[in-house]
């Protein structure tokens, strides 16, 4: 059986959908160099052609690129378009906001989504953990911290949501598909990363760490003993 394709390294991925969009926008929107629209298609291309080129590398789709190559094409629709500034804001904030509203929803089905980005059963052994919360009873508690969890992870979009369109609001001012405009697009891509980005990576390690504690704590397992073997 043919091995999978690995994942790409952090670094290089931050550098083309991030760092290389934002300069280009930064740097050739005037007149003499690319103009307003050649920026900005060259600048939408990157993470676009990215996000493609990985998911059939590797031959499975993320649902998380997807909703940034939306996000993306979105971007470049309002300054091709030449919609009004507020309107950015909006997909800004939109867009972790539905992932909020969809990820919160899920805590009140019979399988929240934190139950399937966390335990992965090629990755844990999943027979054992759950005997371990029968045998000491905790399966029902058990339920409840993976709700809990779901719902915190909600709560981390929803502040996602509220600072990136307050980012948006306060950076992007001027008319879209102006010179200006391109500038202060490419200024929010490189700061949303430290500002947005960067926090809620904190956050959700956090979460993640307190979700272990509660499950070693459960099941009397180490976390460490939770993990397959090689």
């Known amino acids: 059986m043919q091995n999978a394709a690995p994942k790409?390294?952090?670094?290089?991925?931050?550098?083309?959908?991030?760092?290389?969009?934002?300069?280009?926008?930064?740097?050739?929107?005037?007149?003499?160099?690319?103009?307003?629209v050649g920026a900005l298609l060259?600048?939408?291309?990157?993470?676009?052609?990215?996000?493609?080129?990985?998911?059939?590398?590797?031959?499975k789709?993320?649902?998380?690129?997807?909703?940034?190559?939306?996000?993306?094409?979105l971007t470049g629709g309002i300054g091709l378009l030449q919609l009004d500034t507020h309107w950015f804001a909006i997909k800004e904030g939109a867009v972790p906001a539905l992932m909020a509203l969809v990820i919160g929803a899920s805590a009140w089905t019979r399988h929240p989504l934190i139950h399937?980005?966390?335990f992965d059963a090629a990755l844990l052994d999943v027979g054992r953990i759950e005997r371990a919360l029968v045998a000491r009873g905790n399966a029902?508690?058990?339920?409840?911290?993976?709700?809990?969890?779901t719902l915190l992870l909600a709560l981390t979009f929803f502040c996602s949501a509220a600072a990136s369109y307050a980012?948006?609001?306060?950076?992007?001012?001027?008319?879209?598909?102006?010179?200006?405009?391109?500038?202060?697009?490419?200024?929010?891509?490189?700061?949303s990363y430290p500002l947005i980005a960067l926090p809620s990576?904190?956050?959700?390690?956090?979460?993640?760490?307190?979700l272990a504690r509660g499950a070693r704590r459960l099941t009397g397992i180490a976390i460490g003993e939770m993990f397959r073997g090689p």
Do not use: C, K, Y
């Open 167 to 191: 980012l948006a609001r306060g950076l992007v001012t001027s008319p879209a598909g102006s010179e200006a405009f391109n500038q202060e697009l490419g200024r929010l891509t490189l700061l």
């Open 116 to 118: 399937a980005l966390v």
């Open 61 to 73: 789709l993320n649902w998380l690129a997807v909703i940034g190559v939306v996000s993306t094409l």
């Open 140 to 149: 029902g508690a058990f339920e409840t911290l993976l709700r809990q969890a």
């Open 42 to 59: 060259l600048a939408l291309a990157l993470p676009i052609g990215w996000g493609l080129w990985d998911g059939l590398r590797r031959r």
């Open 201 to 210: 990576m904190l956050l959700m390690m956090g979460l993640m760490f307190w």
């Open 8 to 36: 790409p390294n952090p670094l290089l991925e931050i550098a083309l959908t991030i760092v290389a969009p934002g300069l280009i926008l930064m740097q050739f929107s005037g007149e003499a160099q690319l103009g307003n």
